[in-house]
């Protein structure tokens, strides 16, 4: 096997206002033709840093040393990326390496069409317009997008994003290159989505031979496709080791540490058991807090066009003390469903009660007394508290709105008390958002939902902007919490396996409606209808010898769905 | 340039606070020990920047001027900044028809030459008799109508983009009335390019009330000094060769206005860190960033999360579609 990338002690250091910060420290990797290469690691540990300095695509304010030795295709040259700049750098992107970004909504620029953006790219490595056309539409063939003569004049919205996430990937075959860069290049799609693209990238690997550089977080896409996984850990690789010795016997705590969080569908179902062994048979007679039945929501559209339905027809309920799962891809309704039962989007047709309100023509005024029965945790961190106010600030206004405290400090101990049941400590209170991060705030997010002591929370993809290790802790907290409160929820996410973690109950919701409802194990154990198989089926797990069975069963459903 | 703009502006400010001690006349004193000054006298001892045609001394106008100017910046932004800051905020917190019935007002209002408007506004005010607080509210007014439009514009887009913040919402869920969120939530994130427009709407408010003094529609010397009506006044002394009546007050004008434009332009600068000038760093220096679990307390890594946290957010946004 030949070496296509060789990184000798690569050092990358960012100017800051606060001075400079060394990203990747003392980096050595290689891949050979034919190899796929993981890098593993949470966020800031410097693994898209890496991966942008083999292209050469650091920022001004970066300095790189060391060495990051490019082969090209046929073996005859090697260039140091490092060491190159201008012309030079822009001959080797694309011809030796090339790359596939996370968001193919925004790598490809609406302006022009795919074929336009294709071409730009042939035409820079001084293809002829004609041949650089025909070499378009038969690469845009090669990655499986149908009637690719006709397609290759549409602009990028007229694709969805898988198909666009193929076209990106098109754009970095299209040259040939002898390494391919793939950074995150599936967490912005849904997970049948992924399995698609993760069979596309194998399929470049086995079709092209070229070597892939993979840069992820998911240990499940891990599992699929790599040979060879390096962890990164503060801007240092770890671990490197074959993928299956490092899912089976890894070396360092960190490793392990990283790869126990990981939550697998299954996981769940023995706490799940344990509560639906404590609650009476009064239980399920009981009424429930939200009923909905027939419940639809609509989006007005523009004028003179019809509104989306973006919830048709669900019908749904959540009992006292118990956590319904609500999973779905982007787009199925289910943060509207959410939404709705918070009063923050109207319902447009059949019936929602919450808490023995109708919701279907509410008005504010009425509703108002609700809200504090209902605690609601955003999906994201970074935005869910005012910049300019203090955690404590920001927990104790439910209590100044309620009209239960004068002044944010006569909740002070009651703050307290709340940062201290969600694990964070007191002094956390003085500080300001910015200086938490992501899973503390998302804990003390947790607390503002619980300060009032809730009957109903409803999480909106409380874990999907964290990290999994601290996805792990928030989730462990979230049930800890769920135990001690007692509160009934609606858990929202696309991930089955958090869902798994914590739900009594699963509601499956495709394109708006509800596809299946039941227990986890029997949505999970035993799904009945093929959507939710197939939803189960693309779902990586992190174990790279279960994942390849996985991958046969997943394609003889599609195929049977043929 | 930040340096720059604020020495001009600040001598500019002290010279207003300062004015009756500075000066070595008063704005409309014609004698001094009951002989008068004489009109168009060249710079002398007596009078350093020499006298106006109408027998007035030069530096005293143009000091007490940047009084006149100063007051009418204050009457202009407080009118404007109230009225336009709460009409944007609540217009581009509660949409509807009452937003876009103001979008199309403010923008009439743009369409409309401002110079027109302060012609009007100082008849109609000051009924054609000149005073003090009549020119300078005329001024400050027709100024106030025009930069209403601006103040709305610039805080109901920066609401808009609050509004859709999860702060915001779960202010909602928790029941806030609207107008706690308004005030609480919404409006302390949406101040930050006010400062900016302040400056930029300061020189203009100058530009304004010199420009209604050089048209005739000033303030009359024997009520304030002001720097338009001099330059009006000392028209028909440029071709006669009299320098000094038209260079001071037109001077003092470039200046002030220079100054506060320099200090917005260099906020701008400053409030946005890709024009902070910033070094390279050396060769792979500087530590490595802690941002590992277990050190999930240090603010480094709160901030490597933040960035994780901002690039996954729009990938999940269309959920709610």
Redesign the interface.
């Known amino acids: 096997m030949t070496t296509v990338l060789r990184i000798d002690s690569l ?5 800051t ?1 606060a ?5 990747v ?1 003392d980096v050595s990797l290689e891949v050979a033709r034919g190899e796929v290469l993981a890098i593993v690691g ?4 410097g693994k898209t840093v890496t991966a942008k300095s083999i292209l050469g695509l650091l920022p ?6 060391g060495v990051v030795m490019l082969s090209s295709r046929d073996g005859q040259s090697e260039h140091d990326v490092v060491a190159m700049s201008g012309p030079a750098l822009r001959e080797v992107r694309g011809r030796d390496a090339a790359m596939v970004f ?2 193919p909504s925004t790598a490809l620029n609406p302006v022009f069409t795919v074929g336009w953006q294709l071409i730009e790219g042939l035409r820079a490595h001084g293809v002829p317009r004609k041949r650089a056309r025909e070499r378009a539409i038969e690469i845009l063939g090669t990655v499986g997008i149908p009637d690719p003569e006709e397609r290759i004049d549409h602009y990028p919205h007229q694709f969805s994003g898988g198909q666009k996430q193929r076209i990106v990937i098109a754009m970095a075959l299209v040259l040939e290159p002898g390494l391919i860069v793939a950074d995150e290049p599936t ?2 799609l849904d997970v049948t989505v992924q399995a698609e693209i993760l069979d596309l990238l194998r399929r470049c690997r086995d079709e092209f031979g070229a070597g892939i550089v993979l840069i992820t977080h998911n240990m499940g896409v891990v599992a699929d496709l790599a040979d060879r996984v390096a962890v990164m ?4 690789v770890i671990e490197q080791a074959d993928v299956r010795t490092l899912f089976s016997a890894p070396q360092t705590e ?1 490793t392990r ?1 990283l790869l126990d969080a990981v939550p697998y569908v299954g996981h769940g179902r023995s706490a799940a058991a344990a509560r639906a062994a404590a609650r009476t048979g009064e239980w399920s007679t009981s009424a429930a807090l939200v009923e909905a039945s027939g419940l639809e929501v609509t ?1 007005p559209g523009r004028l003179g066009r019809h509104g ?1 339905h ?1 919830v048709r027809g669900v019908d749904l309920s959540i009992r006292a003390g118990e956590v319904l799962g609500l999973v779905g891809e ?2 199925s309704g ?3 469903i959410g ?1 709705a039962i ?3 989007t109207r319902v447009t047709g059949g019936s929602l009660r919450v808490l023995d309100h109708e919701l279907n023509g509410v008005r504010e005024r009425e509703f ?2 609700v ?2 029965r ?3 945790v ?11 106010r203090t955690i404590a600030d ?1 927990v104790a ?2 209590f100044l ?2 009209g239960r405290a004068e002044h944010p400090g006569d909740a002070r101990a009651q703050v307290d008390e709340l940062l201290e049941a969600v694990q964070l400590p007191r002094a956390y209170g003085d500080r300001f958002p ?7 705030r998302q804990r003390a ?1 947790l607390a ?1 939902a619980l300060a009032l002591r809730p009957e109903l929370l409803i999480a909106d ?1 409380p874990t ?4 999994v ?2 996805q792990a ?1 928030v989730l462990e907290l979230f049930a800890e919490l769920q135990r001690e409160f007692g509160f009934a929820c609606l858990f929202i996410s ?1 991930d089955l396996a958090v869902v798994d973690l914590v739900a009594d109950r699963i509601a499956v919701l495709h394109r708006g409606e509800l596809v299946e409802v039941g227990t986890s194990a029997e949505v999970l154990g035993d799904p009945r209808e093929p959507y939710t198989q197939r939803l189960l089926a693309s779902l990586p797990v992190p174990d790279p010898v279960a994942q390849a069975e996985r991958r046969e069963t997943l394609r003889a459903l599609r195929d049977a769905e043929r | 340039m930040l340096i720059a703009g604020l020495v001009i502006t600040g001598v500019f400010l002290l010279t207003a606070l300062l004015a009756p001690l500075l000066a070595p006349y008063g704005f409309d004193q014609l004698r001094a020990d009951g002989e008068a000054f004489g009109a168009q006298r060249p710079p002398s001892a007596e009078h350093l920047l020499g006298t106006t045609v109408g027998g007035y001394d030069v530096l005293s106008r143009v000091l007490w001027g940047a009084q006149t100017a100063v007051l009418v910046i204050i009457v202009a932004i407080a009118l404007s900044i109230v009225v336009g800051v709460l009409l944007g905020l609540v217009s581009g917190y509660l949409g509807g028809w009452l937003d876009r019935v103001l979008v199309v007002v403010c923008d009439a209002i743009y369409a409309f030459p401002s110079l027109l408007l302060a012609i009007l506004m100082s008849i109609v005010i000051s009924g054609g008799q000149s005073s003090l607080w009549g020119g300078l509210l005329a001024a400050a007014i027709s100024i106030t109508v025009v930069f209403i439009p601006q103040y709305f514009r610039v805080v109901r887009s920066e609401v808009v983009r609050v509004k859709a913040e999860a702060f915001v919402e779960s202010a909602k869920v928790l029941g806030a009335p609207a107008g706690r969120i308004m005030l609480r939530s919404v409006l302390p994130n949406a101040t930050r390019t006010l400062p900016l427009i302040v400056t930029l709407n300061a020189s203009e408010a100058i530009l304004t009330l010199a420009g209604l003094g050089f048209l005739g529609f000033g303030i009359e010397p024997t009520a304030a000094a002001e720097w338009g009506y001099d330059l009006n006044k000392a028209l028909s002394d440029v071709t006669s060769g009299i320098w000094w009546t038209s260079m001071f007050p037109g001077l003092a004008i470039v200046l002030a206005v220079l100054g506060i434009t320099l200090v917005g332009e260099s906020l701008n600068d400053l409030a946005d860190p890709r024009l902070r000038g910033r070094r390279r760093a050396g060769v792979s220096s500087g530590a490595v960033a802690e941002t590992s679990v277990a050190a999930e307390a240090t603010p480094a890594s709160a901030v490597a999360e933040n960035a994780a946290g901002s690039t996954a957010a729009p990938a999940r946004e269309d959920d709610l579609r």
């Open positions: 050092g990358v250091s960012f100017a206002d001075g400079a910060v060394k990203a420290d949470e966020s800031g540990s001004e304010t970066a300095t790189a040393n996370q968001e967490t912005a850990y503060q801007g240092r960190y540490a989006y989306f973006a982007s787009g289910k943060s509207t939404r918070a009063g923050l108002r007394a809200r504090s209902i605690g609601f955003f999906q994201d961190p970074a935005s869910s508290f005012d910049p300019r920001a206004e439910p709105i309620h910015f200086e938490l991060s992501g899973g503390q997010s503002r993809e999907s902007a964290l990290d290790s601290v802790r696309h």
